[in-house]
Every structure is written in structure tokens, then in C-alpha cells.
């Protein structure tokens, strides 16, 4: 029975103010190539509650799709319990964010990221100032 190894990294992702959509799954299958692990799971986690990871086909349509349909769920400029505590305009990139997820989680088969032909995994950033994300990659398997 082969051993169970548990790999770590973290990427830095640079990111304009909000709604800022990066691929970065060169980079996370970079990530899994070093980590010599052929058959896992590969968990991508961004660190900040005004951050997001998902899956998306990577294309300037669906990306403004995305970007249009995350301003009408949760606008800017509404007001937000948010907004009465902190006062820094940041109410929506919370409610945008929560609802994708900070986190994901990607099968690994023969040392590559299990994804579809037109499924990239993507980082955004919700807020209303830029922001330089940490990316935490946990890669288990064997």
C-alpha cells in the first residue's frame, strides 16, 4: 500500500479592485507537478474574507457574466449592516465573496489537476481596494 503524503505551498496573487477575476491554473498545477503526489486531492484556499476561489471557463464573456451577475446579487452602493460598523465600503465584496467560497477542492490524477476542457480555476477579489491574495495549496494523496 503506498503512503499517504500531505504537500503544502502557498502562491501570491496580485489582484485590482474588485471584481478582479485571475487564472491561475498554471499555477496550481505547477504546484501539484512538484509536489510528486500522482493521485489525490488538491484543496486551494484564498486567505481574506473579501477573496474567492471557483472554477469558470477562463473567457472574457463568462467572465463579465460572472462580474454582472455578483454586482446585481450583491451591489455596491446599498446599504449593508456591514457598512453601519466599519464605514469603509466594503459590505458587498463580503456577500460577494461568501457566496462563492474561500476555498476548493480538485481531484489530482497522474500528477495533474482533474479538470475539464474548458474549466480553469480562477482567485477574485471582491474588494473595493486592490489587494495582494495568499493562496494556500494542500495537496494530499500518494
Known sequence: ???????????????????????????????????????????????GSTGSVTTI????GVVEDLKRTLDEIAPQGIEYEHEKAWH?????????????????TIPVRSSRLKLGTWQQVVVINHDNKPRKREIEITITGT
Open 1 to 47: 500500500m503506498a503512503e499517504l503524503k500531505v504537500k503544502t505551498d502557498t502562491i501570491q496573487v496580485s489582484l485590482a479592485t474588485g471584481c478582479d477575476v485571475k487564472n491561475i491554473t498554471t499555477q496550481i498545477n505547477q504546484v501539484v507537478i512538484e509536489s510528486t503526489i500522482e493521485n489525490g486531492m488538491v484543496n486551494i484556499f484564498v486567505v
Open 57 to 60: 471557463e477562463y473567457e472574457p
Open 88 to 104: 469603509d465600503g466594503n459590505g458587498h465584496s463580503h456577500v460577494q465573496a461568501a457566496i462563492l467560497g474561500p476555498s476548493l
